[in-house]
């Protein structure tokens, strides 16, 4: 089955431990995202990767890093977590970046930063 | 980006047909019109896209105004299972091909 999984599905961690939610697809997509989702705010992208090694930051991306070293992985790697960053995370990808290419969510990543 | 505006919620009976509008009065010619919905406890869900022409997919059908400043989802014959958030987003693409997601229409079908 085609899908972007993502793990966990759920952190509760303290404020400093690093961690990293992972982000894999299945279909051979060279477009990846990373976006947050919060209350009032909608989603807004974090990071994202048109290809293997090549990656940007998007509207919010301080505090978190990324690295593309194989296509169907993204991690996103938060090094130092801070409360403000407790939000819902979700992992996209397409075939391509373009504008006729759908995206593909991943379940999302529900994450608690105490 | 350019702006979209829908209304924040809506209500429909099960297997009735339902007509979603979507205000962008501000798009430019390169900005395609896209759907997406989310489900309750889910990601965003790809539902269908256009840019000038009038689409149809196994999901819905979208309809573009000529001027193309309105467009509106149509949902056939909604199911208790379309309940979800409905998302009108323009994507002209700019260096990053992010999705720039409003606030969104709340569509609460009823049995």
């Known amino acids: 089955e085609a899908q972007v999984t993502q793990n966990p599905r759920y952190l509760i961690t303290v404020t400093g431990k690093k961690l990293t939610v992972t982000c894999s697809q299945n279909?051979?997509?060279?477009?990846m995202s990373w976006y947050r989702q919060d209350p009032g705010l909608g989603l807004r992208q974090i990071y994202y990767?048109?290809?293997?090694?090549?990656?940007d930051k998007g509207d919010v991306p301080e505090g978190y890093k990324v690295s593309r070293k194989e296509k169907r992985n993204f991690p996103l790697i938060l090094e130092s977590p801070s409360p403000n960053q407790t939000s819902l995370y979700f992992c996209?990808?397409?075939?391509?970046?373009?504008?006729?290419?759908?995206?593909?969510f991943g379940p999302g990543t529900r994450l608690t930063v105490t | 980006d350019a702006k979209t505006t829908q209304p924040n919620s809506m209500e429909s009976n099960e297997e009735e047909p339902v007509h979603l509008p979507c205000n962008h009065s501000?798009?430019?010619?390169?900005?395609?019109i896209h759907w997406y919905r989310q489900l309750p406890s889910q990601g965003p869900e790809y539902v269908i896209h256009?840019?000038?022409s009038n689409v149809n997919n196994r999901m819905a059908s979208l309809a573009i105004a000529e001027d193309r400043k309105s467009s509106t989802l149509i949902l056939h014959r909604a199911t208790l299972r379309d309940a979800a958030v409905y998302y009108c987003?323009?994507?002209?693409?700019?260096?990053?091909?992010?999705?720039?997601f409003g606030k969104g229409t709340l569509l609460t079908v009823n049995p």
């Open positions: 256009g840019l000038t």
């Open positions: 501000t798009i430019s010619g390169t900005d395609y």
């Open positions: 996209a990808s397409s075939l391509k970046p373009g504008l006729v290419y759908e995206q593909y």
């Open positions: 279909m051979n997509h060279e477009y």
């Open positions: 987003i323009l994507n002209s693409g700019g260096s990053n091909y992010k999705l720039t």
């Open positions: 990767s048109m290809n293997v090694e090549v990656t």
